[in-house]
Each structure stands twice: as structure tokens, then as C-alpha cells.
């Protein structure tokens, strides 16, 4: 990371309160059926009409969003009808997180179930890094791939989606991470972040853009595919990539648990199983704390293949032992979590003392898998945007989290002329950087 004094928008940040004492509630209304604390809850938290409150409250489909709204979700269509029509080989351009395991899973089902058998690729976290890579492109290119869609990434692809183009495959772009200035050059960019989107709510998880858009080809090509068991994938990665449980978030979240409850697709029964989680008492806690860290450290600690495999495979003697593997490889990420941890926690200790707003630690020997983890814990902890890093030869690369009001990818943006690479969210961002530019 750049020094903090070339960075004024981190330096002026102001202190965060983490408790603020208020002694009236913002409104006093009555609802039937509704507990008077819950009311008071929701109305410090924003919700300050009778119809908001019963709006939040209300999970049922009404307020799922149409797809339709999504940007680019007709020319996604047609060229992807157009490559199952023909027959093309389609490539699945997956990422090495629950969200997008679960989002690869999902789409790669949805084809199966129409007869197609698409290829699939997920980046190797420590020698490809985040998006799409040469290497991915280079495997289509050699597989003779007609058409690629990625989920949950291929937003800042700019190169390696030229690249493609210039192999004659075309690319639909799935995803839902925050924009740059400019789009690449894909056949169709479906993101409800678009700058242009028109989508009522933009907070919605990889894996929610690529469940809409294999439902909008279903219903608008009539292929009348069952999608309500894929609503359990939808929940996972929704709550392991930590998405605000509002709007239609909620519906899916809510419908999500309560299929895999009564019915769970074997991958995730058999990771219930392994973790030793009572079915009945599935919740976003869960999920959120035991089932999504374990889809996550396959990504973290190796290749997130056996995670896919682990929810996308029908042969349960197979399942078996891929949710074992999971659950041996989350055990040895708990390990280096807490060695990194501990290092990073006295460090922080120092940039608190000297008066930092924001945290930024970088060593040599981090793993690149794990700083995610740590980072949200020392944000959580100091209630500070927190960036850790891992120098590698010359370059390091890292991972962000941040705090509510303070926009951790807007910040990266200001501070792009010291980046070799950036991308992410509000709250969550990756970046690359030199080593000489670590102050």
C-alpha cells in the first residue's frame, strides 16, 4: 500500500464510535403482530414508516426483482440459447470463493439439466489471482471453446477478455463487483453495479446475477428446468459473501434454508454431515461461520475444484470424501489463521498507537489464502478499514475489509496510480502493488 500521507481521503478519515447511545426511539408506532421492541429496533436501524417496517419484515416472492432489469441480460440470452442451439462448447468461468464455487455450481447445473455438459475453470488464488487470467483464456483457446461466461468476476478483465476476443471466443460477463470508469469489451456485461443498471437493488451476491440469468433463459426459451433446489446455493454464497439480508437477499437467504432443511442437495447435505451441524438448526450463522469457510478453504489453501465438485457431483461415494477433504483442509486454514493473526494483531497494536485511522500490514511470509480472514478481524476488532499484504519477489498482494461509511474500493480508485491491480466492493476489496511503493 502506498504511504498513508499520499492517500488524503484514508489520513482524514474520521474516528468511528463503535456504540452511540440514543435515549428516544426515531418513531413510536403500533403494528399488529409486530413486537414493539422489533418495531423500535427497525426504526434505529432506518426503517422509519409503518409500510417500511412491514416491507422488511415481509420475506415472501413479491419482493423478489424481476431479471429482466438486469443490464444486458437479453443479449446474455440470446447468445447463450444461440451456443446451447448449436451446440457450442461453453466454458463456466468460475471463482475461488464460496460465492463463486456456488455461482459455477449453479450454472453449470442449470446447463446439465439441459443436456449440456459445459467446461469449467477456477483460477489458482496464489498463481493467478482474482478474475480472469491468461492461463484461463489460454485453456479455452486449447478446448476449443466457442463461448465463455464468467461468474462472480470478469469485470476489470479488460486485457484478458481482448485476448479471447482475439481467439473469436466470445464472453458474456457475469458479476456483480463495483465498475470502473470503462467496460471491457465482452458481448454482454450483466451487473446490477453497472453505472447504466437499472436494477432496484444493487446488493446482491455473484451467485444471485448468475441464478437470474439461468432463470431468465429459462423462461424466456421455455425450457421449463425446476430452479427452486438451486435457491440452496444461492443462500450459501449470499451469506458466505456476506450480502446485507435485505430486499430480495432475504427471500432467497430465507427460502435457501428452508430447502436445505427439508431436502439439501448432496454436497451440502454431506457437508452437514462432516461438520457435525444438526439439519434442523441450519441458520445464517451456519452457514456464515461453518459451511461457507469450509467451501472457502479449498480456494484459500489449493484449488477450489474439489469445493465445486463437492456441489455439483451426483455420486455420494465421491461426495463423501470430497467434504472430508474440505473439512481436513478448513482444519490447517484454522492453524495459519491464528499464527497470521497473532503477528498481525501486535502490529496493529503499533499503527493504533501511532494514531492511524487506517490499519495496513505487510510481511513476507503471509499466505496470500488467509488475508481476507485476518483482515476482517483486526477491521472488526479496531473497528478500522484494515489491509494486509504478502510481499512475493517484487510485488505484494493483498486483501481489504472496511467499515461501515468508508468505501473501501472508492479509496483504492483515489489511490489507483500507486495499484498495479485493484477490485472489490464497499466493504471488501483485493489489490496488487509494488513492493517499493509499501511505505
Known amino acids: 500500500m502506498p504511504k498513508e500521507k499520499n492517500c488524503s481521503n484514508f489520513i482524514n478519515m474520521p474516528k468511528y464510535n463503535i456504540w452511540e447511545i440514543r435515549t428516544k426511539p426515531p418513531i413510536h408506532i403500533s403494528i399488529e403482530h409486530i413486537h414493539p421492541i422489533t418495531i423500535d429496533i427497525l426504526s434505529r436501524r432506518g426503517f422509519l414508516s409503518r409500510s417500511q417496517i412491514i416491507k422488511f419484515l415481509d420475506s415472501n416472492h413479491s419482493i423478489v426483482n424481476p431479471p429482466s432489469l438486469l443490464p444486458d441480460i437479453e443479449k446474455g440470452a440470446k447468445r447463450l440459447h444461440k451456443a446451447i442451439k448449436n451446440n457450442e462448447n461453453i466454458l463456466i468461468y468460475g471463482d475461488y470463493d464460496a460465492d463463486g464455487i456456488t455461482a459455477l455450481s449453479i450454472t453449470t447445473k442449470f ?71 470503462i467496460l471491457p469489451n465482452a458481448i454482454a456485461i450483466i451487473n446490477p453495479m453497472r453505472k447504466d443498471s437499472v436494477y432496484p437493488f444493487k446488493e446482491i451476491s455473484g451467485c444471485l446475477v448468475a441464478f437470474k440469468f439461468c432463470e431468465y433463459i429459462n423462461e424466456k426459451y421455455s425450457y421449463n ?5 438451486l435457491i440452496q446455493l444461492v443462500a450459501i454464497g449470499s451469506i458466505a459473501d456476506v450480502m446485507p439480508i435485505l430486499n430480495e437477499n432475504r427471500y432467497f437467504i430465507k427460502k435457501g434454508i428452508e430447502l436445505i432443511k427439508e431436502s439439501p442437495l ?21 452457514i456464515g461461520f461453518i459451511i461457507g469457510p469450509r467451501l472457502n478453504a479449498m480456494g484459500r489453501l489449493s484449488k477450489a475444484d474439489d469445493a465445486y465438485k463437492l456441489l455439483t457431483i451426483e455420486d455420494l461415494d465421491e461426495i463423501k470424501i470430497l467434504a472430508e477433504k474440505l473439512e481436513n483442509t478448513n482444519r490447517k486454514r484454522q492453524k ?60 505484494a498482494k493483498g486483501s481489504g475489509r472496511s467499515v461501515d461509511n468508508f468505501n473501501l474500493f472508492n479509496a483504492l480508485k483515489k489511490c489507483k496510480v500507486y495499484l498495479k491491480s485493484y477490485g472489490g466492493h464497499a ?13
Open 427 to 439: 466493504m471488501a476489496a483485493g489489490l496488487l502493488i509494488e513492493n517499493d511503493k509499501l511505505g
Open 266 to 286: 448432496p454436497g451440502i447435505k454431506a457437508i452437514i454431515e462432516s461438520s457435525k451441524i444438526k439439519q434442523n438448526k441450519l441458520n445464517t450463522y451456519t
Open 336 to 395: 495459519i489463521d491464528r499464527i497470521i493473526l497473532k503477528e498481525a494483531d501486535l502490529m496493529a497494536q503499533e499503527k493504533i498507537k501511532e494514531g492511524y485511522n487506517v490499519i495496513i500490514l505487510y510481511r513476507k511470509d503471509w499466505h496470500e489464502g488467509v488475508l481476507g480472514i485476518v483482515s476482517s478481524r483486526i477491521c472488526e476488532k479496531y473497528n478500522k478499514p484494515t489491509i494486509l499484504l504478502s510481499m512475493n519477489n517484487e510485488l
Open 111 to 181: 446447463l446439465l439439466k439441459l443436456g449440456i455438459k459445459p467446461f469449467y475453470y477456477i483460477n489458482d488464488r496464489i498463481t493467478e489471482g482474482y478474475g480472469i487470467s491468461t492461463k484461463g483464456i489460454e485453456y479455452a483457446k486449447n478446448n476449443n471453446i466457442n463461448l465463455i461466461i464468467t461468474v462472480d468476476n470478469g469485470i476489470s478483465a479488460f486485457d484478458e477478455i481482448n485476448l479471447a476476443n482475439s481467439y473469436n471466443i466470445d464472453i458474456i460477463v457475469t458479476d456483480h463487483h463495483e465498475t470502473k470508469d
Open 225 to 229: 428446468i425446476d430452479m427452486t433446489p
